[in-house]
Antibody
């Protein structure tokens, strides 16, 4: 099982970014997936989960509708569209695999993360 | 949302000693749906325990989890040099998943 995030980088405040997570080594379409972030020197923050089919999406209240999770099962890829970014969104963004097709559960494994820096 | 409070913030111990990490939740966790992760510097978190007391694949038996309701514990029976890291608990019993703030286990 392997997860590889991409799409991070430097973005200006108010800007947008789309992160990708390419999965391999398992039947991607059978498992829910999750995004988690970690600000520099801080703890883990759950952001969003999506069911295996993509029919159900769940978000942390703190995101206030700015982020959108999606997936393309034909490409075994998970996405996170991030809009209206601010400095507080600067973090390492991880994708992780859920244990079943529901959005909840433990997370295993995790990708290595992609760094998003919001700065002018 | 369920708030998870981990204590202590930092635990200073020597190799071979026993480590006891606490995770308390603001509400009872449905079905004791609680996981523990280990994170080392520059690495992604690694799953240690799930469902409060089930060890993940490949995790040594010196790691054990216990607890129920709002009070959970991760115990490392005898610390090995590779166990010095930050540990997080996570609940998945509610729609919004949440993590604790972490406990750093450092070498004394």
């Amino acid at each position: 099982v392997y997860l590889l995030e991409s799409g991070g980088g430097l973005v200006q405040p108010g800007g947008s970014l789309r992160l990708s997570c390419a999965a391999s080594g398992f039947t991607f379409s059978s498992y829910a997936m999750t995004w988690v972030r970690q600000a520099p020197g801080k703890g883990l923050e759950w952001l969003s989960g999506i069911t295996a089919t993509g029919s159900g999406t769940y978000y942390a209240d703190s995101l206030k509708g700015r982020f959108t999770i999606s997936r393309d099962n034909s490409k075994s890829t998970l996405y996170l569209q991030m809009d209206s970014l601010s400095a507080e969104d600067t973090a390492l963004y991880y994708c992780a695999k859920n244990p079943a097709n529901n959005w909840d559960g433990w997370l295993d494994p995790w990708g290595q993360g992609t760094l998003v820096t919001v700065s002018s | 949302e369920i708030v998870l409070t981990q204590s202590p913030g930092t635990l200073s111990l020597s190799p071979g000693e026993r480590a006891t990490l606490s995770c308390r939740t603001s509400q009872s966790v449905r079905n004791n749906y609680l996981a523990w992760y280990q994170q080392k510097p520059g690495q992604a978190p690694r799953l240690l325990m799930y469902d409060a007391s089930s060890r993940a694949t490949g995790i040594p038996d010196r790691f054990s989890g216990s607890g129920s309701g709002t009070d959970f514990t991760l115990t490392i029976s005898r610390l090995e040099p590779e166990d010095f890291a930050v540990y997080y608990c996570q609940q998945y019993g509610s729609i919004v998943l949440t993590f604790g703030g972490g406990t750093k286990v450092e070498i004394k």
